[in-house]
C-alpha cells in the first residue's frame, strides 16, 4: 500500500530517476535513509518496476505507435499475457469506449513494425484493432 509521501516520491523519479537521494530527501523533508528504505521497499514490492532512460523522440529514427484494440469476450487476460511476450510492446493500458486495450509499440525500423502488427493482429482473442504511428512529441 502507497502512501502520499511514496506518491511524492515516485512523482519526484519520473521527473529524474537519477537524483540523489539526500536530494530527495530534502525536497521531501524526510532522511536521506527513509527515501532509501522507500525505493528499497517500492522495487521489492513491484511498484517500481525498473528505472529507465528518456530520450528526444528525434534523437533516433524508431518506430513509435499506439495500437487500440478490441477483445471478443472475455478473452481480455489472455490477449495481454500474449502481449507480454513481444518485445516490441512497451506498454499495453486497460481503457473504456470503444476500445479495450491500448498498446505501445516501440521499434528499430517499418519493416519490424509491419512484422510486429502482422503477428500482434493473430492472437486468439482479438477481434479488431487501429494503429497509429506517433509522428512527433509535444512537451506540455
Known amino acids: 500500500m502507497i502512501d502520499d509521501l511514496d506518491r511524492e516520491l ?14 530527495l530527501a530534502k525536497a521531501l523533508g524526510v ?3 527513509t527515501v532509501q528504505n522507500r ?20 534523437a533516433s529514427n524508431r518506430v513509435r505507435a499506439v495500437m487500440t484494440i478490441a477483445i471478443e469476450g472475455e478473452r481480455s487476460g489472455a490477449v ?8 516490441e510492446v512497451s506498454a499495453v ?11 505501445e509499440i516501440d521499434v528499430e525500423t517499418l519493416t519490424a513494425f509491419s512484422a510486429a502488427l502482422d503477428r500482434i493482429r ?3 482473442g482479438i477481434a479488431s484493432t487501429e494503429t497509429s504511428i506517433l509522428l512527433a512529441t509535444q512537451k506540455m
Open 10 to 23: 515516485i512523482g519526484l523519479l519520473r521527473v529524474d530517476s537519477r537524483k540523489p537521494a539526500a536530494t
Open 31 to 33: 532522511s536521506r535513509g
Open 39 to 58: 525505493i528499497e521497499r517500492l522495487v521489492r514490492d513491484g511498484t517500481i518496476q525498473g528505472f529507465t532512460i528518456k530520450t528526444r523522440p528525434d
Open 80 to 87: 495481454v499475457r500474449s502481449l507480454r511476450g513481444f518485445p
Open 93 to 103: 493500458h486497460t481503457t473504456n469506449g470503444r476500445w479495450d486495450l491500448v498498446a
Open 122 to 124: 493473430q492472437i486468439e
